[in-house]
């Protein structure tokens, strides 16, 4: 009852401030205020969690199509024959980052010639900042599977620890490794199994 209350009253006081806003305004400063309660409210970290949380809660309704409509150009933009997939689904997006050319085989060590496209890609991910990212590690049914789901987590980490070095904000990060329990093609094919070495990053809206 005291969060709800709080909640009441920081939005009325949100409303006060907002006389002299446009509509659009009005709904975000509101949106901040509430997003600033929930993150508070929810989080662990309650001092970090309030400020992103402040951040998260103004992108809500029509807006988050629109945010995600541009963040796709430019993903389009900067990616643009570097070898990176960019897939919309829904409102998220997916990068897919074939291991060919982001990793030597049985290595998760990113080659030093696709540190440029990850720039490129944090580059966009901290201009779109009201966003989540879950990096997701896969490989082919080659060899061991126990082998295969720490390598693909190990190369999860090792795209996660380049964003971090460009600024990319870390709690807005996830990684997990899928080993071979994911396929994306046939695993009986050279070229099937290649598509399978792959690392994915999931880009989501935060709808807090």
């Not at 006081?13 to 929930?38: D, P, R, Y």
């Not at 598509?195 to 807090?208: A, D």
């Amino acid at each position: 009852m005291k969060k709800i209350a709080l909640m009441m009253l920081m939005s009325s006081v949100a409303l006060v401030g907002c006389e002299n806003m446009s509509n659009t305004q009005k709904g975000a400063t509101i949106g901040a205020v509430t997003g600033a309660v929930v993150g508070k409210a929810t989080a662990n970290h309650a001092k970090k969690r309030l400020v992103w949380g402040a951040a998260v809660g103004a992108l809500t309704g029509a807006a988050i199509g629109s945010y995600m409509d541009r963040q796709e150009q430019e993903f389009r933009d900067e990616l643009a024959e570097s070898g990176v997939q960019v897939i919309r689904e829904g409102d998220n997006l997916r990068l897919q980052l074939p291991s060919n050319i982001t990793f030597a085989i049985s290595s998760a060590t990113i080659s030093q010639s696709f540190d440029p496209v990850l720039a490129d890609v944090a580059r966009v991910l901290n201009k779109y900042d009201k966003t989540t990212l879950m990096i997701e590690g896969h490989t082919d049914n080659t060899g061991a599977a126990s082998y295969n789901q720490q390598l693909s987590l190990n190369r999860a980490n090792s795209v996660r620890n380049h964003l971090l070095n460009q600024s990319v904000d870390a709690r807005r990060i996830t990684t997990e490794g899928y080993g071979q329990s994911m396929p994306a093609a046939d695993n009986t094919t050279e070229a099937g199994r290649q598509l399978n070495r792959r690392v994915e990053l999931r880009i989501m809206p935060n709808q807090s």
